[in-house]
């Protein structure tokens, strides 16, 4: 196993991670309420973002990189201006932890998901409420964005998958075909297709023109924390119980198995370049392998 960088990043379990649009910026946050900065490929601390009250668990960046958007366990989303580092909106956006923080590529919503089971979309032109999707029972786990803005997928642990159409909020498709919670959804090939990831250990990969099931594997891991995936498309990794596997996107097969302590939840975040591998831990630490050196 090849040797990673180790960045002692926060004070405690970090929570989610992921890398600027040009790759210059490794962004991290924490259950210490901070969202940090680190120089690519350096590793250096590049600066931080004060304000939750609670767990930072979900970000996203705007395209020009001017803004990013969070949402925390204190049930707040919060804008950031990252020129000055300044805190410019707090908006108290559910009732419930907030677990999932999008942008859609048009740059017009945001989407957040919430332990209410509700997914709310925010104009970003006027920061205001603009729909509530209302199709799971249970904790909202995933949501992504069509690339054309054309519709909006959202997963729970509920094990259901809905398909919305955008901007009217109208419900396309009920998908019930996992039998476990909902890890994660992805769509690829500009949106032609949607992959979702259970905790029922399957991987499914649907046609969106009349979502129809492409194909499937079985992964037979059913604890699975988190799962990332590569801008290329042709990998994945499962976050599990003391490991990080990455897999391929087009098989399912395991192409690397990374051993870690402690058993935590980690989350891990490719870089767009496909250079780098970066994986946050309950250790505090975030480690950074380069994919060429990795795979």
Known sequence: ??????????????????????????????????IKFWSV????????????????NAFALSNNQDVLI??????????????????????????????????????????????????????????????????????ITSVSFAQNCSHIATGAIDSKIVIWKLPSGKLIKEIDSHTAGIVALKHLAKGKKLVSVANDGKVKI?????????????????????????????????????????????????????PLKPKGVYFAAFSSDNKWLAVGSADKTVRIWSLKDLL
Not at 3 to 30: K, R, Y
Not at 41 to 56: A, Q, T
Not at 207 to 219: A, V
Request: with cysteine; hydrophobic share 35%.
């Open 1 to 34: 196993m090849v040797e990673p960088e180790i960045i002692q990043a926060h004070t405690s379990h970090v929570m989610q991670i992921g890398f600027s649009h040009d790759n210059e910026i490794l962004i991290t946050t924490g259950m210490d309420n901070v």
């Open 41 to 56: 490929p350096s590793w250096e601390f590049k600066g931080e973002l004060i304000g939750h009250e609670k767990s930072v």
């Open 70 to 139: 969070t949402g925390s366990s204190d049930t707040t989303m919060r804008i950031w201006e990252l020129h000055s580092l300044k805190e410019i909106d707090v908006i108290v956006a559910h009732k419930k932890p907030l677990v999932v923080v999008k942008l859609s590529s048009c740059n017009a919503l945001i989407a957040t998901g919430s332990y209410d089971g509700k997914v709310h979309l925010w104009s970003c032109e006027t920061m205001e409420l603009f729909d509530t999707l209302s199709g799971h029972e249970k904790n």
């Open 206 to 258: 649907w046609k969106t023109k009349h979502w129809t099931l492409e194909k499937e594997f079985d992964i037979k891991y059913t604890e699975i924390h988190s799962v990332a995936f590569s801008a290329d498309e042709k990998y994945f990794t499962l976050s599990l119980p003391y490991k990080l596997q990455v897999r391929s996107l087009k098989t399912g097969e395991l192409i690397e198995d990374i």
